[in-house]
């Protein structure tokens, strides 16, 4: 939810921050801005444009800017309507001053009506344009009462220059007013901070949404994210909560909201920045949709032993009997994510035996869930920002829960609180439509699932075995079943894209792909999409049905789970409800089952596997699906309107 990229050194500083902008558009997109300094210029030269980078690139190309030293924001508007007006970076009442902010600022009414009685004079709907006010009021009152103590001092001969600006040049530097002015702000901020009084350098701080730093040979990058600056180095800083950087041509300083000075601490980042590239594919989703073979992989990889099947999972910073004493398993997530909760659910259950609840992060703490200190907390989120479940996981610890995270993204804001983090192995995932994060949280969960039950013993050697192999055959699997597929679910996509509503259905494991299916389509086609569980269509969904009504059902089984054959016969009893009604059925299931084939007009097929994993190569289809339909309606796949890939607001 909107990206900041920053650049000090020698080399033209638009080039930079566009192209790390264009990196980091999939945090929001709704307008586009950036500062630039220019030496010998009293203000900061600005350029702003609603709408996507585009069109900046075009006021850019226009109006060019040249300087060395910037800050760029992309935005995804909460206060205030998408308007060039409204974009980022927004400036102070002597221009002086600009700021770009991700986050909220909860008081800013407050801080508003303060500054306007103050005489500042605002030109936004926004909350941020309040935070270059008040910094500006900060400089001018230390100035002003410099100036008052050194009247009575030496009457008649002020210390600052009365002909610059608006008739006072500031007595603190910049990262003083920044370190006063934060301190009156409430709610979550990840900011950069120029002033042309102040050339070459910018000031970062962070309290809540994510903040990175760059360090170059001689030159400094800031942003809200890796991507947006890995081209340039590899030496990356994480920003943490409550803290402060200031970036100059001599290099970085970090201090806390109060000066003190803390070390600087570079992580050399291994990824590839091409991980963060579409790579030939049209698509960022795309692309993500073909590398969850590869993400699967990765998230097993070192915690799983084929030898003695056991899982490997130190990283969650539990102590066994923590596991073996919890009474059950707390799980909070949105979105996508709580779709993979939903489907851990099931696998928790059924493989440790420990009663598991899954909540919307963002109900969960107006349910008022009653404190159990053995009941475990576990946050699902691929980012690890999401304003929601960092806010479960408050209230989680608040009522005595340790908390585990499962999280995508290294040191991510949900990982500082939890006792520990299963990583998801996923790589940078760029489309606002969650594909191979999904498929590896889903094996994070198996993997936890596997684990925690050997803790309590509920399962023999053998039996973990078998599940830590049928596992590792799943990449395979999905790699051999995207090139048989693809060419189906595309062509399925031609005769579907028109269809105005869909239903997904499902039973047991299979609901939460449906649900994931209905969401992947509505988020990136725009068309009306509902994930139901099959049998609950008699209550009520039936009504819904008629020959336009296109009805995706996981129709999947595992030939050698009873429980499986009996879910499958159940669900083959709704599809027939709904063909019976002449709704026109897509069947996902297992090679070599016939008897779907004869009842429905289409089957994708998808490779057999245990009944738990069947989730991970079933939402492959509904994902090729979604994508495909997008791609025909011409939709914005990778950027669909009014989203933003992380979502750092309640
Ligand atoms: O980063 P998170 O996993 O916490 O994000 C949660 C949701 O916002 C996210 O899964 C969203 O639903 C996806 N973009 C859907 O594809």
């Known amino acids: 939810m909107c990206g900041i990229v920053g650049y000090v050194g020698s080399k033209e500083v638009v080039p930079v921050i566009l192209e790390g902008l ?49 800050i760029g924001h992309t935005r995804w508007a909460t206060h205030g309507r998408p308007t060039e007006e ?118 970062a701080a962070r309290f809540g949404p994510p903040v990175v730093l760059g360090i170059g040979e001689g030159e400094y990058f800031v942003a809200s994210d890796v991507p947006g600056i890995l081209h340039h180095t590899r030496n990356i800083v994480f920003l943490n909560d409550g ?62 032993s084929l030898d003695s099947g056991q899982v490997f999972l130190a990283e969650m910073g539990l102590k066994p009997e923590d596991l073996a004493q919890a009474t059950s398993i707390n799980i909070a997530a949105c979105g996508t994510s709580w779709h993979a909760a939903l489907a851990g659910k099931y696998i928790i259950e059924r493989l440790a035996r420990l009663p598991v609840e899954v909540d919307y992060a963002s109900e969960y703490r107006y349910r008022g869930p009653i404190a159990d200190p053995n009941a475990l907390g576990l946050l699902i989120t691929q980012s690890g920002e999401t304003a929601d479940t960092l806010a479960a996981q408050r209230e989680m610890i608040a009522l005595g829960s340790k908390t585990v995270a499962i999280c995508n993204v290294v040191g991510a804001m949900i990982t500082r609180d939890a006792s520990g983090t299963i990583y998801t192995h996923a790589g940078p995932e760029i489309g606002v439509a969650s594909t191979k994060a999904f498929t590896s949280q889903i094996t994070a969960l198996f993997l936890f699932a596997l684990h925690l039950a050997q803790v309590r013993g509920q399962l023999t050697t053998a039996e973990s075995m ?54 992947k389509l509505k988020e990136i086609s725009y068309i009306h999409a509902e994930g139901y569980p099959a049998g609950e269509m008699k209550h009520g969904p039936n009504a819904l049905i008629d020959e336009t009504l296109p009805v995706v059902v996981l129709a999947t089984q595992d030939h050698t789970d009873s429980g499986s054959r009996l879910r499958y016969e159940k669900t083959l009893s709704n599809v027939q409800e709904v063909t019976a009604r002449s709704g026109r059925v897509i069947a996902i299931a297992v090679e070599g089952q016939e008897d779907i084939a004869q009842l429905v007009e289409h089957v994708i097929s998808i490779p057999k596997a245990p009944e738990l994993l069947l989730p991970l190569l079933e939402i492959v289809p509904l994902q090729l699906l979604a994508y495909h339909i997008a791609v025909r309606r011409g939709c914005d796949v990778d950027q669909p309107r009014n989203l933003a890939k992380s979502v750092t607001v309640e």
């Not at 001053?97 to 605002?122: C, D, M, P, S, W």
């Not at 992580?267 to 590239?277: F, G, K, S, Y």
């Not at 189906?488 to 028109?498: P, T």
């Not at 259905?505 to 994931?516: K, M, Q, S, T, V």
């Open 243 to 304: 803290e402060m950087a200031i970036l100059t041509l001599g290099g970085v300083q970090i201090t806390d909201f109060e000066g003190k000075s803390l070390p600087v601490k570079p992580q050399r980042i291994l990824w590839d920045p091409i991980q963060a590239e579409k790579g030939g594919y049209k698509h960022f989703m795309l692309k993500e949709i073909w590398e969850q073979p590869r993400a699967i992989r990765d998230t097993t990889l070192g915690r799983i």
């Open 466 to 519: 078998a599940l830590v192999e049928e596992l590792s055959r799943i990449p395979t699997k999905i790699e051999e079943m995207l090139k048989r597929i693809s060419a189906q679910c595309e062509e399925l996509a031609r005769s579907f894209s028109h269809a105005r509503d869909f239903l997904y259905l499902g039973r047991g494991i299979h609901f939460p792909i449906a649900l994931e299916g209905a969401l």
């Open 22 to 70: 264009r990196r980091l558009e999939y945090r929001g997109y709704d307008s586009a801005g950036i500062a630039v300094g220019t030496e010998g210029q009293a203000t900061l030269s600005v350029r702003r444009a609603p709408g996507k980078l585009r069109n900046i690139e075009q006021v850019l190309r226009d109006h060019p800017l040249h300087g060395t030293y910037g």
């Open 86 to 203: 409204n974009a980022h970076p927004h400036r102070d009442c002597t221009g002086r001053i600009v700021v770009v902010h991700n986050g909220i600022v909860e008081n800013y009414l407050e801080l508003k009506r303060e500054l306007t009685a103050q005489g500042h004079v605002f030109v936004t709907e926004t909350d941020t344009e309040i935070i270059a006010h008040l910094i500006e009021q900060i400089q001018k009152e230390s100035s002003l009462q410099k100036e008052s103590s050194a009247h009575s001092e030496t009457a008649g001969a002020p210390s600052f220059d009365r002909s610059v600006g608006q008739g006072w040049v500031p007595t603190i530097p910049l990262e003083a007013a920044v370190r006063q002015a934060v301190k009156r702000l409430t709610g979550a901020f990840a900011l950069g901070v120029l002033s042309s009084l102040e050339p070459d350098k910018i000031i």
